[in-house]
């Protein structure tokens, strides 16, 4: 890894990122209602060694130490989202002591010097919702309007950038497609109007926050450059269906007002002319582009007989016309998730090529799971596998800049280890070490790396008259 640590443009913002569900716990508490993932996970056989996310790492009680975990990395956003059953515990009446919880986190983001950033839909919709149809009902697009706008109301003077939801592909696509993630519909191609309900979701709640003052409404969608295995027409053919299906019927939409296909267009279940009318709603011009991005993938159409299991975190079912096959001569993490940087330039500027009415990128999510060990006997985690993952992939966004692509911001995926869906605790992403029994809180190597990173950069223009930030101490894993 070169020494010298990577550098973006003055003014580039970097952050951190999580989840409600993934890390906030007190389940039930002061008023929450369930959402559909506390259903997935009380049955029995849906995620890792059973385990689920009633306390996850009991942010709702320890937000205050987390935030200065956050503020002394020197991070200048924080991306996390807002729970609905929280705020809405069956999805339509407001419960109070549910805002409460992010009113005081967002005073206390401000009080330290960070910039919040909520997502209003991070894959925990409310129980009740989904028993009436889920994203399969259009009217859980207008219940997620009248959410966005209780919360704007209520954190609207302080909070000034939103993202309505966060990677609709993979919720339509393990949720609702596949059964690996809530809801575990199952439903095939059949879920596609699950993907369209969440696009109007994200029009309506766009146009709920602006009317409440927002200042900058992005969304963050999951991206991956798909390439075929091979050069037969076939392959070719099958990586373009897939990454239809997984990259372009979430951004075309909202980009350039349109499907990808006729075939996807007319498997949204919605028919003209309503249609047209809701694509003209769901493409207004956003302020930024969230892009979230893990890794690569390459696709082949089926061999008969050959065994594609294994290969993708979820396998795709047998008789769909296409089949993912390994990265060849990738490093993996040790969720087996391939690491390619330049795959990460690679689809910022496709982006930039595909969309000439694309707003600034900001890249919403990126990160690796490694098995972290606890931390040793002078509290240090060492995790030089994620610091070169990290040093990779901002050095790829430094070259898609210096290739013309205008990307003004990049949030680590995760600020701590968490609950990782349908994988459990045992994949680490955190920045911070969370120890499973005591939930004790412990910076990694890769924090103290991240903290020199941000510290390296230009000083931005517009934040020269800003107080200086949170002044902090070398700790025992600090890298010198
Ligand atoms: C994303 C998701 C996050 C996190 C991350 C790592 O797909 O938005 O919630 O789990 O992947 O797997």
Redesign the pocket.
Known sequence: MPSSPPLLPPGFRFGM?T?AY?IEGAAGLDGKGPSIWDTFTARPGTVRHGEDARTAIDHYHRYEEDVTHIAEAGAHDYRFSLSWPRVMPEGGAVNPRGLDFYDRLVDRLLEAGVRPVPTLY??DLPQALEDAGGWMNRATAHALARYATAVAERLGDRVHDWITM??MS?HTLYGYALTDHAPARGLGLAALPAAHHQLLAHGLAVQALRAHGAARTGV?N?HFPVSPAGGDPADTEAAALFSDLTNWTFSDPVLRGDYPSELIRSATGTAEPRLAEDLELISAPLDFYGV?Y?EPTVIEAPREGKDYRGVM?VDIPEGLPFSPVPVAGAERTD?GWAIVPSALTGILRELRDRYPALPPVVVT?N?A?FHDAAPDARGRVADPRRIAYLDGHLRAVADAVAAGADVRGYYV??AFD?F??A?GYD?R?GLVHVDRATLRRTRKDSWYWYRDVIAAQPPAPDRAAAPDPPQTTGGPGAPS
């Open positions: 990122a989840s993934q991070h894959w966060n990677e993979v963050a999951q979230n893990y975190e969720f999510e990160g799971s995926w995760s968490n990782e869906w994988a994949e992403f």
